[in-house]
DNA sequence: GTGGTCTAGACCACA
DNA sequence: GTGGTCTAGACCACG
């Protein structure tokens, strides 16, 4: 796991994190079940206090995309969302219409914004393959 | 314009107006000497506080970027090192990147994430046309 | 409101605050409706940090003891707790709990600790009764 | 000995534990010689951890209070400043007023109250004679 | 060693 | 002026 903060971007660090997080769990980069790196060590890597190394991991918990287990680490939880389909979509119409926003402001027409938004699939497909592909043939 | 604040990103309201007012004057969506939407109209637009979008505008007058005329308005002044295409396409990659990483801890596969995508984007049209309509027919 | 802070109890500061404000309700000292000193200035006041302050109000108000209104103030609320009778009786049981444990330690007897009780439960009827009579005698 | 921790008072357990036997000496209940509770069962009755008890024990020695003996036990060394009957009162007021404050916030009259009171006084009898027929009985 | 809590200072949104 | 949030340092409980 590679990490980056950016402290002029005016984005909370500890949601920065956390966005990093979830990033590298969508992209097969951190794996059901894997431990994340310990608080302390990540924080002295990035040069920020534990706390706030400790509020991005206590969001995410929030949010069952990870386990913490006092005295023992945090985990990777199985993805499995408590809230029902449609409002996991209303969820994410909010996200797709921030990137549409951003898309009119920097004059980028609807066509090529859907070919960008199948490139990335297509990326993050690939980044899961690969991530599985180093999973069966690492591990053994 | 469109306008979009997001509450819960952590990021401050008024820095999120800056930042889009930015991009749209560094593509050509905005143009030298074009008028910015009055306080006011905007702030009950978007459900804030007069306060904040003045804010917003005082930090984009305190970088040059626009002019606020007491009494008339905010002009953009100048159009600032504009983005060249890659630029703005990288600016975009971020924000389709956030939507696609939350999609997957959603649980909302490939193909429905993208008939999501071509739906807000007809959303969107309807709404630019019918603003285009009330400004060509009714505000003059 | 007359507030004291002991910062060598041991008890965090923020719930010496809510303690007392708990008392104050309770023995007719804040009533119904009136609202508590604002953050800032009981802050300046105990010579501590305003986030102190502001964490046993939050408390207070997660329990429902108080409601606040940001940019205006944070007022008692009518008590009406969320809980049913035996819930309550079983928080209550923890208090009582540590009364009789502290009794037995100081050696007193039971005869004596009950007298106490009932000594205290008077001199809290008088204090509540007085306050009532301030109300009715005070605000015409 | 009774003990008793209170995990939401925001005290720390380990000093709890120490005022705990604190009062105990300065009141009588144990005496010059009398040997205290083992570690390891005390912290299995409180459902804490050895470490927490132990340096409970530690803090009490290193202000004289207790003696330990390695392999052997601890032993309570001198009987401190023994309180007044006026003074522990005092102390006990304290605790009698927050079960009362306790009470009015959920809503329990002052009979209900008493009622709940005797019932534990009783409870605790109970436990203390079943306490000394054990030791009498089955420990030597 | 692990994570969790309490106190603090600086900044934000709002009336 | 009001309350709320983010970052930080020091201490606590626990394995």
């Given at each position: 796991?590679?990490?980056?903060v950016n ?54 918990e929030s ?67 690969s991530a ?9």
């Open positions: 796991m590679l990490f980056q402290f002029k971007s005016g984005k909370p660090v500890y949601l920065q994190i956390a966005d990093q997080i979830r990033h590298a769990a969508a992209s097969g980069a951190l794996r059901e079940g894997e431990s994340l790196p310990s608080i302390r060590p990540l924080a002295e890597e990035l040069r920020i206090n534990r706390n706030t190394v400790a509020k991005a991991y206590a969001e995410l949010q069952g995309v990870i386990e913490t287990v006092p005295g023992k680490g945090c985990f990777l939880k199985t993805v499995n969302s408590p809230f029902t389909k449609p409002a996991r979509q209303k969820l994410l119409v909010q996200e797709i219409d921030q990137a549409i926003v951003a898309a009119h402001h920097l004059q980028i027409e609807d066509a090529d914004f859907l070919g960008l938004v199948k490139d990335r699939l297509k990326h993050f497909a690939r980044k899961v393959e599985e592909a180093g999973k069966h043939g690492g591990e053994p």
